[in-house]
């Protein structure tokens, strides 16, 4: 995973628990044969992309609010 990715994907999702948990579950759709958002440059891993796609904006999340989780 490049360290810088993980910098710039950081100042979009200021969370850490949150971008891991983001980045794990595109990691798990990549690796399943999604297909990346963005460019895929040489030496890129699965969490480099999704990292990118943080970056890019092209990949959001959503919190869920108490009621959506108990319903």
Known sequence: MM???VD????VITNVP???NVVSRRVRQLT??????V???SRMG???I???EIIEGKLTFT???EEELLA
């Open 8 to 11: 710039e994907a950081a100042k």
């Open 3 to 5: 360290s810088h990715l």
């Open 39 to 41: 460019e895929v440059k």
């Open 50 to 52: 999704a990292l990118q």
């Open 18 to 20: 949150l971008l891991i």
């Open 46 to 48: 699965f969490a480099d």
């Open 63 to 65: 919190l869920k609010s």
């Open 32 to 37: 399943a044969g999604h297909t990346p958002m």
